[in-house]
């Protein structure tokens, strides 16, 4: 009985084990024809190592042996790098540059056998430190602080056209950081220091000269009224002001002459 069952288990292990090796060997085979391009890449068939056609997203067939594919990505990529310059008036200037770049997908075989996969690091790389550093050179320090949108502009204009004819696409370009040496960032300060300190000077000197010419023209005002006022104080004023301050009544006890009062004139 033993010897009997022990048959089928064997015959049923051997199917399994064949079934199993017929899988493995298409497998096989299909991963020798068949080759998957993955979202935002490209392929370029190699044909016997010569750089031939691109294929797109999806599932693409090879001849197997005669035929691999190399995968590149044209999605939009980073890369950040540190540029070292100088300016028109030779002051150093570190910069920290972001961009974003993508390789036209039609051109990714050219890019391939032009350049190969280490695009970023021979092509991009030296481009932007070529680039910074030319068009830092043509400005002095001042300029570069104060028209720092305009030469970001003109580094990423010279960088689209470099890169384009490399295939590749310049979609954006930050500085995202760019400084002098302390010394001259130091001596930056203090120029803004003094130069407020003296604003503020020349404002105080302005307030205290209109305040002093306030304060004469306050005095020659109330000496004009003092003035006028003399004028306008004659004998008969000084007499009607005496009357109008006077009760009616004469002195009681007097040492001198009574002050005579012209009634005839008062009357009229």
């Known amino acids: 009985m033993g010897e009997r069952n022990s048959k089928p288990s064997e015959a049923i292990m051997k199917k399994v084990f064949s079934s199993a090796a017929i899988l493995l060997v298409i497998i096989i085979v299909l991963s020798m024809l068949v080759v998957i391009v993955g979202p ?3 392929g370029i068939v190699l044909t016997w190592g010569k750089v031939g056609a691109v294929w797109s ?5 090879k001849i197997p042996f005669m035929q691999t594919v190399a995968k590149m990505s ?4 980073k890369t950040e790098a540190d540029a ?3 300016s028109k008036d030779l002051q150093q200037t570190d910069s920290k540059i972001v961009l974003n770049y993508h390789i036209i997908p039609e051109k990714v075989n050219v890019v391939y056998q ?6 970023d690091e021979v092509i991009i790389h030296p481009s932007i430190q070529e680039i910074v550093k030319a068009v830092t050179a043509k400005y ?7 028209m720092r949108e305009k030469i ?3 580094i990423q204009d010279l960088l689209k056209d470099k890169l384009f004819s490399y295939n590749i696409v310049v979609d954006n370009f930050s500085i995202v950081n760019f400084k002098f040496s302390d010394q001259f960032e130091a001596a930056i300060e203090a120029k803004q220091t003094a130069e407020q300190n003296a604003f503020k000077a020349q404002r105080d000197l302005e307030r205290i000269k209109i ?13 004009a009224s003092l003035k006028m006022q003399k004028e306008q104080v004659t004998p008969a004023v000084l007499q009607l002001r005496w009357i109008e301050k006077w009760d009616g009544h004469l002195p009681q006890v007097s040492s001198g002459n009574i002050p005579m009062i012209n009634i005839g004139s008062m009357k009229q």
């Open 140 to 146: 002095n320090a001042v300029e570069l602080i104060t």
């Open 152 to 154: 970001r502009a003109e």
């Open 211 to 223: 305040e002093a010419e306030q304060k004469v023209a306050s005095a020659q005002a109330e000496a």
């Open 114 to 119: 032009s350049i190969g996969i280490s695009y």
């Open 74 to 77: 044209v999605q939009i990529q």
């Open 40 to 42: 935002g890449q490209r």
């Open 57 to 61: 997203e999806g599932i693409h067939f």
């Open 84 to 86: 070292l310059a100088a």
